[in-house]
């Protein structure tokens, strides 16, 4: 059983990174095994992020500069921002990591002057919905690319 995750850890540094890195790219391609795993398939909707869709790309290392995790933004619709890419490695998860790099992605949405942040996430994907309602995101009805999308949750939390 893991605890929540809700404290980050003191020894974590969130810093900017560019989107196709390679610390970046692992990290990514490791979500991607996972969200195949649960799905069978890709089932992502919609245009894939690319680093010239992405405002901002954050990496959360340790302090021997491993890569713990990951989130992005994208602007969308009216200035909102949407969340992509926010990912934790498993041996990573319930050490405040996932906490920290939301931190992190709200102080840039209002950096960019957004009024909310929305994401998109899978029915399937239990742990992470629990994770944004606990830390204030309210479900809304699926919006942009993910109108129809029945595998798909949508969330926002004004900023």
Known sequence: ???????????????????????????????RLEIDRAYGQDTEPGEKPTADSIAVFFLARDADGTPLGCGGLR??????TEIKR??????????????????????????LGSPA???ETGTEQKPAIGFYEREGFSRIANFGPYV???LSVCYSKVL
């Open 1 to 31: 059983m893991t605890t929540p995750d809700t404290t980050p850890t003191d020894d974590l540094s969130i810093e900017v990174e560019h989107f196709d890195s390679p610390d970046a790219q692992r990290l990514r391609a490791a979500q």
């Open 75 to 80: 602007i969308v619709q009216d200035g909102i």
């Open 86 to 111: 926010m990912y934790v490695r498993p041996e990573s998860r319930g050490a405040g990591v996932s906490t920290a790099i939301l931190r992190r992605l709200e102080e840039a949405a209002l950096d």
């Open 117 to 119: 942040l929305v994401l």
């Open 148 to 150: 129809g999308a029945e």
